[in-house]
């Protein structure tokens, strides 16, 4: 039964710390997702990669937050330094898609890290 | 730019009761609609979706959604809750398969014994 993997389920660090979030997707999707969900904000589409190249991080904060591919297994999301406002669960999704594009395409979402920052 | 709003951020049945989730999107394009599922401490999973094949369409646990372009609207149903309905439901959109999915956000159903 294929799956979106993250790594750690649970975070729990103090303001100012490196967090680092790990994200296994699907073996053979070229597609990945960063996606934040708080209740005030619902889920927010952070940053996307196709093929391993970022196709759009504007939903991203850029001087905290970074987004990247080192190879087809793993999707990584860094945030540094850590703020309280940054507590939220933190869902990674995959896809499969052609060259027309993904606007059609399931997305295929992991179980997510739930981060608390103090 | 597509946007999806669903109307009730809670909506509570009693099992065995009609469940009708409401979603209303606005695109300048023929959309893609989809209904994604949220059970607790879990990723979002597909319930269904509309790539512009039958207006009707059915998902998973029995529930389906209707495409009405005069409405836009794609409401999501199932005629009988059952309690392991029980989640967090989104609608979303996308404008193509070049453009990003938006999620609603969010209805949470509960079930009534």
């Known amino acids: 039964d294929a799956r979106v993997t993250q790594t750690p389920r649970h975070k729990v660090t103090e303001m100012g710390q490196e967090v680092t979030m790990r994200c296994q997707p699907i073996l053979g999707h070229n597609t990945v997702f960063w996606y934040r969900q708080t209740m005030m904000q619902g889920l927010e589409l952070l940053a996307y990669?196709?093929?391993?190249?970022?196709?759009?991080d504007s939903g991203m904060p850029k001087d905290r937050f970074s987004a990247e591919m080192p190879d087809a297994t793993l999707a990584t999301l860094k945030i540094q330094p850590s703020e309280p406002r940054d507590s939220a669960v933190y869902f990674c999704a995959s896809g499969l898609v052609g060259t027309g594009g993904f606007g059609k395409n399931i997305q295929y979402f992991g179980a997510g890290t739930r981060l608390s920052v103090l | 730019a597509q946007s999806v709003t669903q109307l009730g951020s809670h909506v509570s049945v009693s099992e065995g009761a009609l469940v009708l989730l409401r979603c209303n999107y606005s695109s300048s394009v023929p959309p893609y609609l989809f209904w994604y599922v949220q059970y607790p401490n879990q990723g979002l999973q597909l319930l269904l979706k509309?790539?512009?094949?039958?207006?009707l369409v059915k998902g998973i646990n029995g529930f389906e959604a209707e495409f009405k372009k005069s409405e836009t609207s794609f409401h999501l149903t199932k005629p009988s809750a059952h309690m392991s309905d029980a989640a967090e439901y989104f609608c979303a959109v996308s404008e193509g398969s070049a453009s990003k999915i938006i999620f609603g956000s969010g209805t949470r159903l509960s079930i009534r014994p």
């Open positions: 509309y790539t512009s094949a039958a207006t």
């Open positions: 990669f196709r093929n391993r190249a970022p196709l759009d």
